[in-house]
Structures are given as C-alpha cells and as structure tokens.
C-alpha cells in the first residue's frame, strides 16, 4: 500500500536541518503498524508525508503503486480526505463547530449531501460511544471524549489508513487504554493503521514496529 | 466550478462564524454599510432631482422654441421720439408679426402661436393679485401641455367676439372657494373687468401665476403701447408681440430648427431685443450638469466602499491568523486549496452583503429624509437596489481576494504545528 524508498525530508529556513535520511520502508494492507522514536526524531514529519500532507524532499513515495511526486496538491488533498484519517495527539477539532459537525467535516469537502453526512457522522459517533455529546463544542468534552470525536472523524470517510500521531500523549493512561482499545478494534475490523508513540509500552502491543532515531529508520522489527 | 448549495453552505458556515463575533463582525461590515448607504442615497436623489428637471421642462414642451420680446439692453434710437416734452420718449421693440411670417416660411413644418404680453396689472376684488396677464390663441395651452383643471379653456369664439373672458393659472385657484365660484367674482386686468371661465394647469409655470385672455381681447383693449412712469419720466414701450412659439413635428427636430431660428432672429434684432428659449438645450445643459454631479457623487461613495473593504480586508487578514490551526485541520481531512479559497471568501462576501444590505435598507430612510430636508425629489429605483447590492458583493469578493487567497497557501504542516 505505501512503499518508501531512500526517502529524505530537510528543512532549509536558514540553516539546512535534515529531518529523515535515506528512510526506505513498506506498509501493507491492513497492517498495524507502531512507530517508535525519541521527541524531535522525525516522527511526525514521517507521518505527514506518509498522509500526504508533506512530501518528502528526496526519494520516492509510492502511494498505492502511485508516485506522489506526479500528484498535484489538488489530487494530493482528495486522496487524503477519501482515504486517510489522521488523529492527532492535541485532537485538532475545530472549535467553533459541535462535535456532530466536526466529525461531518470531512465529508462535506467530498461533496456528500447535507442529510447523509449526519447520518454517517451520527453513526460513527455512536460507535466511539459519544452519542450523548452531539451538540456539545469540543471545549467543553474531557480528553478522551475529544479524541474520541476525532477518532470518529478519521473514521466517517471510511479511509483505508488511519494515521496516528501520539493519540494517546495528552490522556492520562486510563482513558489512552480505551482509545488504544478503539484502535485495535477498528484494525481487526480490517482497517490499516500507523501509530506514532513514545511510549514504549503501548509500542510493544503491536504486531510491527518501526524504530525511528535521528531521522533514521534504525530498526525494523517484525515479530 | 462550484455549485450552488456548497456556495450556500460556505456561506451558511461563514456567517455563523461571524455570528460567532457579533460586535467585531458588525464593526467590520460599518465601512460597507456607510458606502451603500451613500451610494443608494446618492442614487436616490440624484434620480429624483434628474426626473424633477425633466418633469419640470418638458412642461415648457420639449419641441417647443421659445422667442420672447424684452426690452433691448443696448440702448438703440430706433423709432424713440424726443419730440414734445422733455424726458418722454417712446422705445419700440421686440418682435413683430413680420417675424412670424419669416419663421413660419423657414420652417413650414412647424406650428406656430403668439402672445401679448400685459403690462397692465391684476386685481380682484379691488386688491391686487401679483400675476401676469397675457393674451393668447386659443391653441396655446396646447403648446404647454396645460390642462384644463376647472370650468373651460378659451375658445375659437372667444377670440373672435373678443370675449371679456379669462382663465387663471392653478396657483390662482384658491383665490375662488368654492371652485364653482369662479364667474361671481370677475378679475380686473388695468380698468376691464372679466369674467373667469376656467383654470389650467401648467407644469412649466412653476410659481408664475397668469392670467390668460383672450388674444383680440387683448390686443383692441389694451393695444400694443404701454406706458410707464418713473421719477421725473414717462417712458411709452410699444411691442408687437409678446411671444412667438413654434412647436416642431419631433425632438429631433429641434436643435436645426432652434438654430436657424436663432440666425434668423439675430439677423433683423440687431438690437437683441428678444430672448430665446429651447426648452430642449435647458434639458440637455440641465443633464449634462445632473451627470458631472451624480459622477462626484458615485466617486465619494466609491471612496468610502474602499475604505470599507479596506476595513474588511484588514480585518479578514487577523481572521486568517487567528485560524491558521483551523486551516491546517481542514487541509489535514481533505480540504483543498480552493476549498479554503471559499471558504474564506464566502465569509468575506457575506459580510460585506450583510451591510450592503443594511446599507440598502438605511438608504430606505435616508433617501425620503434628505428629500424632506432639502426639497429635492428622492427615487429609489430597482436598478440602484441591484447595483448597490452587487457593487457591496463586489466589495467582499475583491477585498477578502487577498485574506483569502493567503489563507489557502497556507502550508498545511506548519499550520497544524502553529501554535
Ligand atoms: N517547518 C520546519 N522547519 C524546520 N524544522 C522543522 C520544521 N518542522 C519540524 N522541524 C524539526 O524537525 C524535527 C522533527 O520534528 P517532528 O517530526 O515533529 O519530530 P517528532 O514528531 O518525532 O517529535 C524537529 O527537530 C523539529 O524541530
Ligand atoms: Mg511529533
């Protein structure tokens, strides 16, 4: 589904800063996939190129046998709203909509038809349990219930890859439980999943993990 | 391009973002709203004042000319007659019956009317009336588009027998409640009593009052010498005619016509003792006058509707900061550049319709007022409800271009990451 080969990203605002080095990496269908490194190794960045939201400045990326160096930003936008969902570690609602409407949003920049999209959202909601908070601002949900909607978010568009960054570094660790749970449950319902951690931990659950140090993918451990 | 329910729903979600901040969003639209409000009022009266001047002139008939005799400026020797006493001269001038025949001859096409101008003065009931007496053909109202508005006008009878009949002018008519009234109470004109049959009303009059008798009537009571006496002098004038009008077939006519007239004219009063009028070329110079101001007009609330979307701009420019994380969210589940693009504009344009249309309405109140204040007819016209509206719309589309068009560049990963 994704294949990166000697891919490289840098930063040049001033001083050069290489941020990942010669990354080359596969990621299947269905997979769940852990990536583990070090605050400020490059995580992120990896994450954003592999959902599309950056790209890299060397190498190649394929993205479902496509090189997304040919994608205009346009078609780059498209694919991300069809078949991504991101999940951030700050959640990233939008905070002037409900949580119905945040988690409808996604669906609206595909063109859905008003009544649908709040039914699909409805639906999804239901299944991350947070029915019982449709109308609320996102300011006024607990951490969890935050992710929760995001989670939802990610998830209304039916994307084929959810990509995780930290999703459970702002919860404390009974509520990160519940949402690691959700995400298990969502991959062995078949979807593909990329998480981003830290933690050690919750990094050893899963049944691959990618170690990132210093922009470089150090370790590639298959278990 | 985009269709119409996802411009609506941009636009339903843009304004409740503004809804989101009342006081700011209302500040923002006040530099539109004052702009549509100039430009509708200005509009407004501009329209009511170009229609008054229209109204106004073409009740001197737009294919008329006017020739009238006045008393030459110059002063000429002509026919005066120092003979006899000291200090009594007689001025003969003006146009005569001669003329007549040599502009009916030029322009054959035309039709043709004469008065005689009195000096004699009115009374009634033995107080005087301030108004003109004039004899004149029984087809001279019809020059003027008058409308006979109680009892009769002057007929073919009338001048022939020389009645001792008047008809007033509307602005005399309170003078006789009721209406019926009018043949108990006769108006003298100089020492001749008559009895008013009628009155007319005449737009181009304005607030002249006349008293209209018939032409022969005139011409054997009173004849063509007037006397006036000043200090130490008695001056005699004798004048012809009072007024020779001519009505051409169309408009179009007019200005040839007008201008051969003229030659003509200038040819045998070498002494200038006429005065033309063109009712048309008053129009056209009133026009053109109208649109030089209505220009200044436009031009002063242009500058205050880019003042206002200066003010919009500006404020849309701190919107754009303040949501940078926003962006980057909807960029992150799906949202494109373009999708961005409009979403802002959309907040931008409904702004600025927002107060186009608080504007509009403002012009509503306005327009009547300054009407009120200043005489001046106001009208607001569908067309300057439209351009208003449009030109506001327009305001919101070019100045939140900008804002925008910044907020859709946006890198989409240093968005997510500002903090
Ligand atoms: N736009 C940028 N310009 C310069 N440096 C950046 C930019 N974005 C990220 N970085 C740097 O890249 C490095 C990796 O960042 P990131 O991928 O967020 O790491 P992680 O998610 O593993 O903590 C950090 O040192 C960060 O400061
Ligand atoms: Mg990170």
């Not at chain 1, 709040?118 to 947070?130: D, P």
């Not at chain 2, 000319?65 to 007689?90: C, D, F, H, N, Y």
């Not at chain 2, 003969?92 to 096409?109: A, C, E, K, N, Y």
């Not at chain 2, 009895?195 to 063509?224: K, L």
Request: include cysteine; charged fraction near 20%; aromatic fraction near 6%.
């Amino acid at each position: 589904m994704i294949r990166l080969e000697q891919v490289g990203k840098t930063y040049l605002n001033g001083t050069a800063l290489t941020v990942l080095d010669d990354v080359t990496l596969s990621i299947a269908s269905h997979e769940y996939v852990g990536i583990l490194g070090p605050s400020g190794s490059g995580k992120s960045t990896l994450l954003h190129i592999l959902g599309l939201l950056d790209r890299p400045s060397r190498g190649r990326f394929l993205y479902r046998g496509r090189d997304v160096a040919t994608m205009s930003d346009e078609e780059a936008s498209r694919t991300r709203g069809r078949e991504i969902g991101f999940i951030f570690q700050s959640f990233h609602l939008i905070p002037n909509l409900t949580v119905l409407e945040n988690v409808e949003m996604p669906l609206f920049y595909q063109g859905v038809p008003a009544a649908e999209r709040r039914e699909r959202a409805r639906a999804r909601l239901e299944q991350v349990r947070m029915s019982h908070r449709l109308t609320h601002a996102p300011s006024q949900l607990s951490g969890g219930e935050r992710q929760r909607t995001a989670i939802a978010r990610a998830l209304v568009t039916q994307p084929l890859m959810l990509l995780a960054d930290e999703p459970t570094g702002n919860l404390d660790s009974k509520t990160g439980q519940d949402i690691l749970g959700l995400l298990d449950e969502l991959h062995a319902e078949g979807t593909t999943i990329i998480m981003i951690t830290h933690d050690i931990g919750i990094a050893r659950r899963l049944p691959r993990l990618i170690r990132i140090n210093d922009g470089r993918v150090t370790e590639e451990a298959d278990r | 391009m985009i269709a119409p329910s996802r411009i609506a729903e941009f636009m339903s979600s843009g304004a409740r973002n503004l809804l989101r901040h009342k006081l700011r969003s209302l500040l923002t639209l006040l530099g539109v709203f004052f702009g549509v409000a100039a430009v509708i009022t200005m509009l407004g009266i501009g329209e009511g004042a170009q229609r008054s001047v229209l109204r106004e002139i073409s009740g001197l008939g737009l294919r008329n000319i006017i020739a009238e005799s006045i008393q030459p400026t110059k002063p000429v020797e002509t026919s005066s007659s120092q003979s006899g006493r000291r200090g009594l001269r007689l001025l003969t001038f003006g146009l005569t019956h001669r003329d007549v025949r040599q502009l009916q001859s030029l322009l054959p096409q035309a039709d043709s009317t004469i008065t005689h101008m009195l000096a004699a003065r009115v009374y009634l009931n033995s107080s005087r009336v301030d108004a003109r007496a004039m004899g004149v053909l029984p087809d001279y109202f019809s020059f003027f588009h008058a409308q006979v508005i109680a009892g009769r006008g002057l007929t073919e009878a009338d001048e022939e027998r020389a009645n001792r009949v008047a008809v007033v002018s509307e602005n005399l008519a309170h003078l006789y409640h009721p209406p019926g009234s009018l043949a108990a109470r006769p108006i003298r004109i100089g020492q001749v009593f008559y009895e008013v049959v009628g009155v007319v009303r005449q737009a181009a009059q304005g607030g002249d009052s006349r008293v209209f008798i018939p032409y022969r009537t005139a011409r054997t009571t009173y004849g063509t010498t007037s006397i006036r006496r000043e200090a130490g002098s008695v001056e005699f004038t004798k004048s012809e005619l009072g007024q020779i009008i001519l009505r051409l077939p169309s408009e179009e006519d007019v200005p040839a016509a007008a201008s051969l007239v003229r030659r003509n004219l200038e040819m045998n009063h070498p002494q200038g003792d006429f005065r033309m009028t063109v009712p048309l070329e008053i129009l056209s110079a009133k026009q053109r006058t109208q649109r030089i101001l209505n220009l200044v007009l436009i031009a002063i609330a242009a500058i205050s509707l880019v003042v206002g979307g200066i003010g919009i701009m500006n404020i849309m420019l701190a919107v754009v900061t303040e949501r940078i994380p926003e962006i980057g969210i909807r960029r992150a589940i799906g949202a494109t550049r373009q999708d961005i693009l409009y979403q802002f504009l959309a907040e931008t344009v409904t702004l600025s319709s927002i107060g186009g249309v608080l504007g509009c309405l403002c012009g509503f109140i306005l327009v009547p007022l300054a009407s009120r204040f200043t005489g001046w007819e106001g009208v607001i016209t569908p067309g300057a409800v439209i351009a208003s509206l449009a030109v506001s719309w327009l305001v919101g589309l070019v100045f939140g271009m900008a804002p925008a068009i910044r907020a859709s560049r946006m890198d989409p990963v240093e968005a997510l990451r500002y903090e």
